[in-house]
């Protein structure tokens, strides 16, 4: 029998969706210290890219649930060394329970997945981060209720964050509002697989008209350092600041996966406003990813 993988948001159904938001949440509000449903369980993590708030969220995940979990580098393994990473994906695999990975291709995860044995759980790529957003649906969840209906408005690169925003409107069914300088926009094909639940704005304030939630994201993610300079003459007319916030419903939500630049992507007014909860949706990374392993490996 294949292993069920985390690829992509697109992985899971809706209804597969709300019911992992829900056991995230029942998670979170009823932790009970005997449940181990993973002891004996080991996680393998990936790691080409540094990372607080992936590593921490799923070690202690797996701590929680009994299980513990293996913390891989390039400089660690054969894999800096040039190993297939078909054979890589083998080994690995047949070793652990499940396999995440924070890394740079896609292409990376995609072929793990492909060669391996078990659950591989996408934990970041350059083209989407769908861990990310079990947190911020879960934290939206939590507020407002369900997001089936409502509108979210992107401001920024139109990056992995974006692309698995895109996904998650095709899979909960809202309108994402999209706005993002020229020659920074989402990838052509993913945005047309959402069809008309997402739409192109050309400024901040009119992406933001009747938003429900406001997300945005760094100017310039890790590896990209060398157009920062670029990046914020590019950008700098995207930051969400009050005057967004102001066009958006007045019980909007804002959201950004951290870390964040005050002065950059968000004011400081924005970021440290009553509006903000984005503390409460790093914290749900925790829960939201507890609630994954789970499903993954327990059935759920």
């Known amino acids: 029998m294949n292993p069920r993988h985390f690829i992509s948001l697109l992985d899971v159904s809706g209804a597969e969706l709300r019911a992992l938001i829900h056991r995230a949440i029942e998670l979170k509000n009823h932790?009970?210290?005997?449940?181990?449903?993973?002891?004996?369980?080991?996680?393998?993590?990936?790691?080409?890219?540094?990372?607080?708030?992936?590593?921490?969220?799923?070690?202690?995940?797996?701590?929680?649930f009994g299980g513990s979990a293996l913390f891989l580098s390039p400089r660690d393994t054969q894999l800096g060394r040039g190993e297939p990473l078909r054979d890589s994906a083998k080994v690995i695999s047949s070793m652990v329970d499940c396999i995440?990975?924070?890394?740079?291709?896609?292409?990376?995860?995609?072929?793990?997945?492909?060669?391996?044995?078990?659950?591989?759980?996408?934990?970041?790529?350059?083209?989407?981060?769908?861990?990310?957003?079990?947190?911020?649906?879960?934290?939206?969840?939590?507020?407002?209720?369900?997001?089936?209906?409502?509108?979210?408005?992107?401001?920024?690169?139109?990056?992995?964050?974006?692309?698995?925003?895109?996904?998650?409107?095709?899979?909960?069914d809202f309108?994402?509002?999209?706005?993002?300088?020229?020659?920074?926009?989402?990838?052509?094909?993913?945005?047309?697989?959402?069809?008309?639940?997402?739409?192109?704005?050309?400024?901040?304030?009119?992406?933001?008209?009747?938003?429900?939630?406001?997300?945005?994201?760094?100017?310039?993610?890790?590896?990209?350092?060398?157009?920062?300079?670029?990046?914020?003459?590019?950008?700098?007319?995207?930051?969400v600041d009050a005057a967004v916030m102001a066009a958006a419903q007045p019980d909007a939500l804002f959201m950004h996966c951290l870390p964040a630049h005050r002065g950059e992507e968000v004011s400081a007014e924005v970021i440290d406003g009553p509006q903000s909860v984005v503390f409460q949706e790093a914290e749900n990374r925790l829960h939201a990813q507890k609630a994954l392993l789970e499903f993954l490996l327990c059935g759920k």
């Not at 009970?32 to 540094?50: T, W």
């Not at 492909?114 to 947190?135: F, K, M, W």
């Not at 890790?222 to 300079?229: A, I, N, P, S, T």
């Open 31 to 64: 932790r009970d210290l005997d449940y181990q449903p993973l002891k004996g369980r080991v996680m393998a993590m990936i790691f080409e890219k540094s990372s607080t708030r992936t590593r921490i969220s799923f070690e202690a995940g797996m701590s929680h």
């Open 100 to 172: 995440m990975l924070r890394t740079d291709k896609h292409t990376t995860v995609t072929t793990f997945a492909e060669h391996s044995r078990v659950p591989v759980i996408n934990g970041l790529t350059d083209e989407q981060h769908p861990c990310q957003l079990l947190a911020d649906i879960q934290t939206f969840f939590e507020l407002r209720g369900d997001l089936q209906g409502k509108t979210v408005a992107w401001i920024g690169d139109g990056n992995n964050m974006c692309h698995s925003y895109i996904h998650a409107a095709m899979v909960l």
């Open 175 to 239: 309108t994402l509002h999209i706005a993002c300088p020229v020659g920074y926009e989402p990838a052509a094909a993913i945005v047309a697989a959402a069809g008309g639940r997402v739409k192109f704005f050309p400024d901040t304030v009119a992406a933001a008209v009747g938003a429900d939630l406001v997300v945005t994201d760094v100017w310039a993610s890790m590896g990209q350092e060398e157009e920062q300079k670029q990046r914020e003459i590019a950008f700098k007319d995207y930051q």
